[in-house]
């Protein structure tokens, strides 16, 4: 896996073991390499108290871009799907005419944005 082969050859970065494994956890992603030599990724900008593991259409950036544009790519979709969740409950405050959780809102909204932009600036970058 490129992502892997990055931080492995990278000398700014420090990688942990445990018993049985290599990690490196940064940009709201952890991966795990196993003494066996299987490598999960997995989602740290969960809201529960687990990591999720990083669907296929994400880990295949890590697989073939590296770590830096893996990341940026999942952290896009975290910041897309916090953002749906924003715009719904917009519309609900504005069927209800409550302006100042609106205004809370489009903070909220204007922040994530901006978010998501900053990860499609590091990805041209990056290219």
Do not use: P
Request: hydrophobic letters at 35%.
């Amino acid at each position: 896996m490129k992502a892997w082969d990055d931080l492995v050859k990278s000398k700014e970065m420090s990688i942990y073991t445990t018993r049985d494994s290599e990690y490196y956890i940064d940009y709201g992603v952890k991966i795990e390499r196993f003494d066996d030599g299987r490598i999960e990724v997995k989602n740290t900008m969960t809201r529960g108290d687990m990591f999720e593991d990083v669907d296929e259409n994400i880990l295949t950036f890590f697989n073939e871009d590296g770590w830096i544009d893996g990341c940026m790519h999942l952290n896009i979709k975290v910041y897309q799907d916090r953002l749906l969740k924003v715009n719904d409950l917009i519309r609900i405050a504005i069927s209800n005419n409550n302006d100042k959780f609106m205004e809370v809102l489009n903070d909220r909204r204007k922040i994530i944005q901006k978010k998501i932009n900053k990860c499609r600036n590091r990805l041209t970058k990056n290219d």
